[in-house]
């Protein structure tokens, strides 16, 4: 049984910045965060693989965001610089079996998901 508890959200303003904590027990999975934002579909932010050695992120978040792991058995951290209105959503990390996956149908667990609202 794997299962994945994220923390860290919270309500911030335009600018600031926040740190987002994914612990998942089991095995060790590749990691993914998504997000799903007011009258949006779930969309993927950033992943990084089991060992933390390729870090992968969505066109939107690059260079504001950085996903990060120690080892296998780390939590996964997404911390989001320089955050925007539009980051506004509900933030869920997965695991995967596949590595370098961005689509949600490829993750196989789920956390609870943590609200993270930006205000301007």
């Known amino acids: 049984q794997v299962h994945l508890v994220e923390s860290g959200g919270g309500l911030v303003q335009a600018g600031d910045s926040l740190r987002l904590s994914c612990v998942v027990s089991g095995r060790a999975y590749h990691v993914g965060w998504f997000r799903q934002g007011p009258g949006k579909e779930r969309e993927f932010v950033a992943g990084?693989?089991?060992?933390?050695?390729?870090?992968f992120y969505a066109d939107s978040v690059k260079g504001r965001f950085t996903i990060s792991r120690d080892t296998a058995e780390a939590p996964v951290f997404l911390q989001m610089d320089t955050l925007v209105p539009e980051d506004t959503a509900i933030y869920s990390c997965?695991?995967?079996?596949?590595?370098?996956?961005?689509?949600?149908?490829?993750?196989?667990?789920w956390g609870q998901g943590i609200k993270v609202t930006v205000s301007s």
């Open positions: 990084i693989t089991s060992t933390g050695s390729q870090p």
């Open positions: 997965a695991a995967s079996k596949l590595p370098l996956k961005n689509h949600r149908h490829l993750y196989d667990y």
